[in-house]
Antibody, heavy 118, light 106 residues
């Protein structure tokens, strides 16, 4: 069974750094892309970017380029989303999801809630 | 970046009736279009990909159609579990989501 298990909720202050994770199991991690999707409170889904764990080829949405960093550690089948300086506007639920060939997402993590507040 | 526009934003329908949600792309995406359903407190799940192919386990009452720039998701004979938010997504040029359509009980 394909599973993506995300790290737990985070509460941070503006300016702090953060790295959240998405651990994959039940399939060959290096053969599928992992994407990240933001959902701000009461809002829709926003595609942030996507990474291919085998070679770390990464693409970012123009809206998120320079704001976040995607990475992956294939030795532990885990993808990461990180910020170097959080803002209150980063408060949201973040999903990771699996994609075959950069196409639709066929499996999703449960989401990680990030709250940024002073 | 390809923009996706969904309409209506909210659709009120009675159980047992049908519903159609539309999605328009700012440029052709061929048939590289997926539909997702999201219920409160849950992750989205894929319903349709390649514009009209139902994902594994998705009931036949969900039907996707369209190509190029105009797409629709039709749900026939709405069940209580179908009331949710629906998103379209293009994956021709990386990925973009529509802003969502809330399907609510009338």
């Amino acid at each position: 069974e394909v599973q993506l298990v995300q790290s737990g909720p985070e509460v941070k202050k503006p300016g702090q750094s953060l790295k959240i994770s998405c651990k994959a199991s039940g399939y060959k991690f290096t053969s599928y892309w992992i994407g990240w999707v933001r959902q701000m409170p009461g809002r829709g889904l926003e595609w942030m970017g996507i990474i291919y764990p085998d070679d770390s080829d990464t693409r970012y949405s123009p809206s998120f380029e320079g704001q976040v960093t995607l990475s992956a550690d294939k030795s532990i089948a885990t993808a990461y989303l990180q910020w170097s300086g959080l803002k209150a506007s980063d408060t949201a639920l973040y999903f990771c999801a699996r994609s075959d060939s950069g196409n639709w997402f066929d499996s999703w993590g449960q989401g990680t809630l990030v709250t940024v507040s002073s | 970046e390809i923009e996706m526009t969904q309409f209506p934003a909210t659709l009120s329908v009675s159980p047992g009736e049908g519903a159609t949600i539309s999605c328009r792309a700012s440029q052709s995406v061929n048939n590289n279009l997926a539909w997702y359903q999201q219920k409160p407190g849950q992750a989205p799940r894929v319903l349709i990909y390649s514009a009209s192919t139902r994902a594994t386990g998705i009931p036949a009452r969900f039907r996707g159609s369209g190509s190029e720039t105009e797409f629709s998701l039709t749900i026939s004979s709405l069940q209580s579990e179908d009331f949710a938010v629906y998103y379209c997504q293009q994956y021709k040029d990386w990925q973009t989501f529509g802003q969502g359509t809330k399907l609510e009980i009338k």
